[in-house]
C-alpha cells in the first residue's frame, strides 16, 4: 500500500514493510539510500552488483507516489527500460506506470515513466525547470562517460534542478566531484552510498591450464552455474561447442532440458545448433540470437538447467542470467579501432556478474591466461624437476599482433578503482532547437548550457562556438528569427521532435516525389523508409563482401588486370537504392531544416533485397551466411514493419505497399513472434499475462493472414521464375526434387521454354498480382504462375499446389510444382 503523505517516516515504514512482505530484508546499504530518498536527498548508488540497487529505485518510485510526485526510471537501451517497464507494471499497477523510448509511448501522462536517457533529455531541453519530473533514477549512470551518448546523461543534471536524483552504476569511480556538483546545482543534500562489501564476495583466480580443464574443475567443485566470457560472437558458439566433449550435465538434467523445451521451434540453422548445445547443458547467449533463442537460455538457466554458458561480455549491461561464476577468455577487447586491454570499469562490470544474492556464499570470477602462456605451463609441466629438461623447453612465443596482457593486468583490474567518469557533453541543431522552442531567454540558457557544464575550459569555448555556428545555420534556414534579445522559431515543432524517427519528416517529402503509376514504385517507398532506420552493420557488411566477390568474378571473366580489380572494387559497396535522389532530396531538405544535419541518411536495401530475391528468412541468412546476426537481421526487419506502418500515410498506400507491409509483418512473426507480442503488451501491460512460460506460444498460422500468405506463395513462385530465367535446373532441382521435379525435370522444361523464347522477364511486372491465378480449396491453393515471355503471348508458366496444413506446421508457403509448360 502506498501511503497518500509526504512524512518521510510513514513512507519509510511502510516501505520497508512491502518490501519484507515481498520477502526482502534490506542491506545496510540499501537502508540508507532509502533513508536518504525518503528525505529528499539526492543519492549517488555506486555498489557493487548484486547488492540490489533494483531495490533502492522501487523505493525512489514508491516514495515519490506518496508524495504525489512524479518519477522517471531511465536506462542505456530499450530492452533494459521495457523490462523495467513490466516489472513496475506488477509492483505498482499497469495505471501508474507507462513508457517513452522513442517508438513506443504508452500510458505517457502516468506518474511513473520509463524512458531512455534521449527522451529525458531532450524533455529536459524542451521544458527546462519546468520539466514535469519531480524524481529522476538513472540506471547505469557509468554511460555518463560514453563519447556518442554522454550528453543525454549530463544534460537534465544540468537543466533540471528542481528534480531529486538516484544516479546508480556498479563502476562509478570517485563521485565525490559528482555529489558536489549535484548539491550545488539542486539545492538539495546529496548522499553518495559507495564502497560497501558485497553481500556475495568475489574470488579472483588466474587459469594456466586449458580451458577445457579450467572449465570441468569448476564443475566438479560446484561453482556453476559458468559464464564463459568471450568478446565475439563467433568466438562464443565456436566455445560452447568445443565444450560438448565435456560432461556437463547427467542424464536426469538432460531429461529435464528435453520436458523443458517440448515442442520449441528452432526454425533456423543457428537454433538447430542451439538445440544440440542446450540439450547438453551449453547455452549461448549473444546479442546476435534471435530474442525467443536468448529467451529460453535465460529461462532454462533460472532454472539451473544450463551449467555453463557461452556468451560475450553483453552481460554487463543488465542480463537476467543467474551466473556463480565469470571465465573471461582474454583481458582485451577490440572497440572498433583497436584491440585493447579492458580498462577496470569495463573489468569490474564484467567480474561483478558473479555470484547470486540468495543462492550463493560467494562468487568465482576466472581470467583464462593467454594461449601461448598456457602452451608454456604445460611444457614446463612436462619438464617437471629436470633443470636440463627445464633448460631444453622452447618457450612459445605470442602470436603477432598480441596485445599484451598476462597475470600481472589481472591483478593490477581486480586491485583498481573505476576510471572518474569523464565528461561527454556536446551541441547539435536539435537541442538548439528544444531550448528555443521553449520560448524565454534562449541566448541565456543555451550560454548556460555550453558554460555551465562538467567540460574543461576549452571544450566550453569549443562548444560554444559549435551552438553559434549552429544558430547562424537556423537564422539562415528561417527557422528562427531574432527581434533584439528574443530568439523563437518560426515553425511548430512535432510534439516528438528528435524522439521518434527524427527523418520521417523527410521521408514522407520523398515518398510524395515518387510516382505511384511506377512499377517498382512500392519497393521505392520501401526504400525511402530503410533509408532513415540505423544500418544493420553485419548484414550491410555480408552485402558488400558478396557484391565484391560478385564483382571480382566478373571483371576476371573481362580479362581486367589484378591491380585495375583492387582500385575498382574500392568503389564497391552495399547497395543503396535511390542514393543519388535520396542524397539530392536531402540536401535541399537540410537547407530548409538545418537540425537534419545531426542525423545522417543511410541508403540501403534489406527489406528490398530480401523481397527482390523472393527467399524465405532462413534462406535469406544462408544466402549471406548472417547465422550469427539472425537476431539482429530480425531486429532490424521488425523495426522497418513498425516505421513502414507508422509513417507511409495511407494516401500513399497502394495494393502492393499493403501487401509488402503485411507480408513483412507476418515474416516477422513467424520467425520469432516475441518481438510483435512485446510490442501488443506494451499496448495492454494489464493484459500481459504474469508468469512468461519457458517455451513461447508458437505464432498464429502464416494462413490466418491470407494477404500476407498470398505474397509468401508469389514469392516462392517467383523465386523459381527468377532460376528459370538463368535456366539454373540444378538449383530449381534443389528446390523441387522431392515433389518429383528435379534437374532433369527441369532441364527439359526449360530447354521446351528455350526453343521458343529467349529469355523470361523478372522485372516488376513479372512478378505482379496479376501473373498469378489462384484457385483456393479448403486444404490447398491450386495455382498458376505465367512467365512473362518477351512476345507477351504469356502462354507459358507453371502450375503447383500449395498445401496448407504443411504451410501452418512450417510457418512459411510450402508449394509441389505439377507442371511446367504452355497453357
Same mark, same amino acid.
Given at each position: 500500500?502506498?501511503?497518500?503523505?509526504?512524512?518521510?517516516?510513514?513512507?519509510?515504514?511502510?516501505?520497508?514493510?512491502?518490501?519484507?512482505?515481498?520477502?526482502?530484508?534490506?542491506?545496510?546499504?540499501?537502508?540508507?539510500?532509502?533513508?536518504?530518498?525518503?528525505?529528499?536527498?539526492?543519492?549517488?548508488?555506486?555498489?557493487?552488483?548484486?547488492?540490489?540497487?533494483?531495490?533502492?529505485?522501487?523505493?525512489?518510485?514508491?516514495?515519490?507516489?506518496?508524495?504525489?510526485?512524479?518519477?522517471?526510471?531511465?536506462?542505456?537501451?530499450?530492452?533494459?527500460?521495457?523490462?523495467?517497464? /513490466?516489472?513496475?507494471?506488477?509492483?505498482?499497477?499497469?495505471?501508474?506506470?507507462?513508457?517513452?523510448?522513442?517508438?513506443?509511448?504508452?500510458?505517457?501522462?502516468?506518474?511513473?515513466? %520509463? %524512458?531512455? *536517457?534521449?527522451?529525458?533529455?531532450?524533455?529536459?531541453?524542451?521544458?527546462?525547470?519546468?520539466?514535469?519530473?519531480?524524481?529522476?533514477?538513472?540506471?547505469?549512470?557509468?554511460?555518463?562517460?560514453?563519447?556518442?551518448?554522454?550528453?543525454?546523461?549530463?544534460?537534465?543534471?544540468?537543466?533540471?534542478?528542481?528534480?531529486?536524483?538516484?544516479?546508480?552504476?556498479?563502476?562509478?569511480?570517485?563521485?565525490?566531484?559528482?555529489?558536489?556538483?549535484?548539491?550545488?546545482?539542486?539545492?538539495?543534500?546529496?548522499?553518495?552510498?559507495?564502497?560497501?562489501?558485497?553481500?556475495?564476495?568475489?574470488?579472483?583466480?588466474?587459469?594456466?591450464?586449458?580451458?577445457?580443464?579450467?572449465?570441468?574443475?569448476?564443475?566438479?567443485?560446484?561453482?556453476?552455474?559458468?559464464?564463459?566470457?568471450?568478446?565475439?560472437?563467433?568466438?562464443? $558458439?565456436?566455445?560452447?561447442?568445443?565444450?560438448?566433449?565435456?560432461?556437463?550435465?547427467?542424464?536426469?538434467?538432460?531429461?529435464?532440458?528435453?520436458?523443458?523445451?517440448?515442442?520449441?521451434?528452432?526454425?533456423?540453422?543457428?537454433?538447430?545448433?542451439?538445440?544440440?548445445?542446450?540439450?547438453?547443458?551449453?547455452?549461448?547467449?549473444?546479442?546476435?540470437?534471435?530474442?525467443?533463442?536468448?529467451?529460453?537460455?535465460?529461462?532454462?538457466?533460472?532454472?539451473?538447467?544450463?551449467?555453463?554458458? %557461452?556468451?560475450?561480455?553483453?552481460?554487463?549491461?543488465?542480463?537476467?542470467?543467474?551466473?556463480?561464476?565469470?571465465?573471461?577468455?582474454?583481458?582485451?577487447?577490440?572497440?572498433?579501432?583497436?584491440?585493447?586491454? $579492458?580498462?577496470?570499469?569495463?573489468?569490474?562490470?564484467?567480474?561483478?556478474?558473479?555470484?547470486?544474492?540468495?543462492?550463493?556464499?560467494?562468487?568465482?570470477?576466472?581470467?583464462?591466461?593467454?594461449?601461448?602462456?598456457?602452451?608454456?605451463?604445460?611444457?614446463?609441466?612436462?619438464?617437471?624437476?629436470?633443470?636440463?629438461?627445464?633448460?631444453?623447453?622452447?618457450?612459445?612465443?605470442?602470436?603477432?599482433?598480441?596485445?599484451?596482457?598476462?597475470?600481472?593486468?589481472?591483478?593490477?583490474?581486480?586491485?583498481?578503482?573505476?576510471?572518474?567518469?569523464?565528461?561527454?557533453?556536446?551541441?547539435?541543431?536539435?537541442?538548439?532547437?528544444?531550448?528555443?522552442?521553449?520560448?524565454?531567454?534562449?541566448?541565456?540558457?543555451?550560454?548556460?548550457?555550453?558554460?555551465?557544464?562538467?567540460?574543461?575550459?576549452?571544450?566550453?569555448?569549443?562548444?560554444?562556438?559549435?551552438?553559434?555556428?549552429?544558430?547562424?545555420?537556423?537564422?539562415?534556414?528561417?527557422?528562427?528569427?531574432?527581434?533584439?534579445?528574443? !530568439?523563437?522559431?518560426?515553425?511548430?515543432?512535432?510534439?516528438? /521532435?528528435?524522439?521518434?524517427?527524427?527523418?520521417?519528416?523527410?521521408?514522407?517529402?520523398?515518398?510524395?516525389?515518387?510516382?505511384?503509376?511506377?512499377?517498382?514504385?512500392?519497393?521505392?517507398?520501401?526504400?525511402?523508409?530503410?533509408?532513415?532506420?540505423?544500418?544493420?552493420?553485419?548484414?550491410?557488411?555480408?552485402?558488400?563482401?558478396?557484391?565484391?566477390?560478385?564483382?571480382?568474378?566478373?571483371?576476371?571473366?573481362?580479362?581486367?588486370?589484378?591491380?585495375?580489380?583492387? *582500385?575498382?572494387? *574500392?568503389?564497391?559497396?552495399?547497395?543503396?537504392?535511390?542514393?543519388?535522389?535520396?542524397?539530392?532530396?536531402?540536401?535541399?531538405?537540410?537547407?530548409?531544416?538545418?537540425?537534419?544535419?545531426? /542525423?545522417?541518411?543511410?541508403?540501403?536495401?534489406?527489406?528490398?533485397?530480401?523481397?527482390?530475391?523472393?527467399?524465405? /528468412?532462413?534462406?535469406?541468412?544462408?544466402?549471406?551466411?548472417?547465422?550469427?546476426?539472425?537476431?539482429?537481421?530480425?531486429?532490424?526487419?521488425?523495426?522497418?514493419?513498425?516505421?513502414?506502418?507508422?509513417?507511409?500515410?495511407?494516401?500513399?498506400?497502394?495494393?502492393?505497399?499493403?501487401?509488402?507491409?503485411?507480408?513483412?509483418?507476418?515474416?516477422?512473426?513467424?520467425?520469432?513472434?516475441?518481438?510483435?507480442?512485446?510490442?501488443?503488451?506494451?499496448?495492454?501491460?494489464?493484459?500481459?499475462?504474469?508468469?512468461?512460460?519457458?517455451?513461447?506460444?508458437?505464432?498464429?498460422?502464416?494462413?490466418?493472414?491470407?494477404?500476407?500468405?498470398?505474397?509468401?506463395?508469389?514469392?516462392?513462385?517467383?523465386?523459381?521464375?527468377?532460376?528459370?530465367?538463368?535456366?539454373?535446373?540444378?538449383?530449381?532441382?534443389?528446390?523441387?526434387?522431392?515433389?518429383?521435379?528435379?534437374?532433369?525435370?527441369?532441364?527439359?522444361?526449360?530447354?521446351?521454354?528455350?526453343?521458343?523464347?529467349?529469355?523470361?522477364?523478372?522485372?516488376?511486372?513479372?512478378?505482379?498480382?496479376?501473373?498469378?491465378?489462384?484457385?483456393?480449396?479448403?486444404?490447398?491453393?491450386?495455382?498458376?504462375?505465367?512467365?512473362?515471355?518477351?512476345?507477351?503471348?504469356?502462354?507459358?508458366?507453371?502450375?503447383?499446389?500449395?498445401?496448407?496444413?504443411?504451410?501452418?506446421?512450417?510457418?512459411?508457403?510450402?508449394?509441389? !510444382?505439377?507442371?511446367?509448360?504452355?497453357?
Amino acid at each position: 500500500m502506498i501511503p497518500e503523505t509526504a512524512d518521510p517516516d510513514l513512507v519509510y515504514s511502510e516501505f520497508v514493510a512491502w518490501a519484507s512482505a515481498e520477502g526482502f530484508t534490506l542491506y545496510p546499504a540499501q537502508d540508507e539510500a532509502v533513508m536518504e530518498l525518503v528525505t529528499g536527498a539526492n543519492v549517488i548508488l555506486s555498489t557493487p552488483t548484486g547488492t540490489g540497487k533494483s531495490l533502492v529505485a522501487i523505493a525512489a518510485h514508491f516514495a515519490a507516489l506518496a508524495a504525489g510526485r512524479r518519477s522517471f526510471y531511465t536506462a542505456p537501451i530499450k530492452a533494459l527500460v521495457s523490462e523495467k517497464f /513490466f516489472a513496475l507494471v506488477d509492483i505498482f499497477g499497469a495505471e501508474r506506470v507507462g513508457m517513452v523510448t522513442g517508438d513506443s509511448s504508452v500510458n505517457p501522462d502516468a506518474p511513473i515513466i %520509463c %524512458c531512455t *536517457e534521449e527522451i529525458l533529455a531532450n524533455l529536459s531541453l524542451r521544458h527546462g525547470e519546468d520539466s514535469p519530473v519531480d524524481v529522476v533514477v538513472m540506471d547505469e549512470f557509468h554511460f555518463y562517460a560514453d563519447p556518442e551518448r554522454g550528453w543525454a546523461w549530463q544534460v537534465p543534471l544540468l537543466r533540471m534542478p528542481h528534480a531529486q536524483f538516484l544516479l546508480m552504476s556498479a563502476t562509478l569511480g570517485d563521485v565525490d566531484w559528482l555529489a558536489r556538483d549535484l548539491t550545488a546545482r539542486t539545492g538539495r543534500p546529496t548522499a553518495s552510498v559507495t564502497g560497501v562489501d558485497r553481500p556475495v564476495p568475489l574470488h579472483y583466480y588466474y587459469a594456466t591450464t586449458p580451458i577445457h580443464e579450467t572449465v570441468e574443475e569448476l564443475l566438479s567443485t560446484g561453482q556453476a552455474p559458468i559464464y564463459i566470457v568471450h568478446f565475439s560472437q563467433a568466438a562464443a $558458439l565456436e566455445r560452447a561447442q568445443a565444450l560438448t566433449s565435456v560432461r556437463i550435465v547427467d542424464r536426469e538434467q538432460r531429461d529435464a532440458i528435453a520436458d523443458l523445451i517440448g515442442d520449441f521451434r528452432f526454425t533456423t540453422k543457428f537454433g538447430q545448433t542451439l538445440s544440440r548445445l542446450i540439450r547438453s547443458g551449453i547455452g549461448v547467449h549473444h546479442a546476435g540470437m534471435l530474442p525467443k533463442y536468448r529467451r529460453l537460455v535465460e529461462q532454462l538457466a533460472q532454472r539451473g538447467l544450463l551449467r555453463v554458458i %557461452c556468451g560475450t561480455d553483453t552481460l554487463g549491461v543488465g542480463i537476467n542470467v543467474p551466473i556463480r561464476t565469470v571465465v573471461l577468455t582474454a583481458l582485451t577487447k577490440y572497440d572498433g579501432i583497436r584491440m585493447r586491454q $579492458l580498462n577496470a570499469r569495463e573489468f569490474h562490470q564484467i567480474a561483478g556478474r558473479a555470484g547470486r544474492a540468495g543462492f550463493d556464499t560467494a562468487g568465482t570470477v576466472v581470467v583464462q591466461a593467454p594461449e601461448h602462456e598456457v602452451e608454456n605451463a604445460r611444457l614446463v609441466a612436462r619438464a617437471g624437476d629436470d633443470p636440463k629438461k627445464l633448460k631444453r623447453v622452447v618457450r612459445k612465443k605470442p602470436p603477432e599482433g598480441f596485445v599484451s596482457w598476462g597475470e600481472p593486468s589481472f591483478s593490477r583490474l581486480v586491485a583498481a578503482e573505476p576510471e572518474r567518469l569523464v565528461s561527454s557533453m556536446r551541441m547539435s541543431h536539435a537541442m538548439l532547437l528544444n531550448v528555443i522552442g521553449r520560448g524565454g531567454d534562449a541566448f541565456a540558457e543555451v550560454r548556460a548550457l555550453v558554460e555551465d557544464n562538467h567540460e574543461p575550459r576549452a571544450r566550453q569555448l569549443e562548444l560554444a562556438r559549435q551552438a553559434l555556428s549552429m544558430y547562424r545555420t537556423l537564422r539562415t534556414a528561417g527557422i528562427v528569427e531574432q527581434d533584439g534579445n528574443t !530568439i523563437r522559431l518560426t515553425v511548430d515543432l512535432q510534439p516528438n /521532435f528528435a524522439l521518434n524517427q527524427p527523418l520521417s519528416p523527410f521521408a514522407l517529402a520523398v515518398i510524395d516525389l515518387l510516382d505511384p503509376e511506377s512499377p517498382t514504385y512500392a519497393l521505392d517507398t520501401i526504400s525511402v523508409i530503410e533509408a532513415t532506420l540505423e544500418d544493420p552493420r553485419p548484414v550491410l557488411s555480408a552485402h558488400e563482401h558478396r557484391a565484391r566477390g560478385e564483382a571480382v568474378a566478373a571483371m576476371k571473366a573481362e580479362g581486367i588486370e589484378y591491380e585495375e580489380r583492387m *582500385e575498382l572494387l *574500392e568503389a564497391i559497396t552495399h547497395p543503396k537504392p535511390l542514393e543519388e535522389l535520396l542524397d539530392a532530396a536531402f540536401a535541399t531538405y537540410r537547407a530548409s531544416q538545418p537540425w537534419a544535419a545531426d /542525423f545522417e541518411l543511410r541508403p540501403k536495401s534489406v527489406v528490398r533485397d530480401l523481397y527482390e530475391r523472393a527467399m524465405t /528468412f532462413n534462406e535469406y541468412v544462408g544466402f549471406y551466411s548472417l547465422g550469427r546476426s539472425e537476431g539482429l537481421l530480425l531486429r532490424y526487419l521488425s523495426d522497418a514493419f513498425r516505421a513502414v506502418r507508422q509513417t507511409i500515410p495511407e494516401s500513399a498506400k497502394t495494393d502492393d505497399i499493403r501487401d509488402l507491409v503485411e507480408w513483412l509483418g507476418e515474416l516477422v512473426r513467424q520467425v520469432d513472434s516475441s518481438l510483435l507480442e512485446e510490442w501488443e503488451e506494451l499496448s495492454h501491460p494489464d493484459a500481459a499475462p504474469d508468469d512468461v512460460p519457458v517455451v513461447p506460444p508458437p505464432p498464429p498460422s502464416v494462413v490466418t493472414n491470407e494477404r500476407a500468405f498470398r505474397v509468401l506463395v508469389r514469392n516462392e513462385l517467383f523465386r523459381r521464375v527468377q532460376l528459370a530465367a538463368l535456366d539454373d535446373a540444378d538449383s530449381l532441382g534443389e528446390l523441387d526434387a522431392a515433389s518429383g521435379f528435379d534437374a532433369v525435370r527441369w532441364g527439359e522444361a526449360l530447354d521446351a521454354y528455350y526453343a521458343v523464347h529467349d529469355h523470361i522477364g523478372t522485372d516488376a511486372d513479372a512478378r505482379s498480382a496479376a501473373m498469378l491465378m489462384i484457385d483456393k480449396r479448403p486444404t490447398e491453393w491450386v495455382v498458376r504462375q505465367i512467365f512473362a515471355d518477351p512476345a507477351g503471348d504469356h502462354d507459358w508458366g507453371m502450375s503447383a499446389i500449395v498445401d496448407l496444413t504443411e504451410s501452418a506446421e512450417q510457418g512459411i508457403a510450402v508449394i509441389r !510444382i505439377t507442371a511446367v509448360g504452355e497453357l
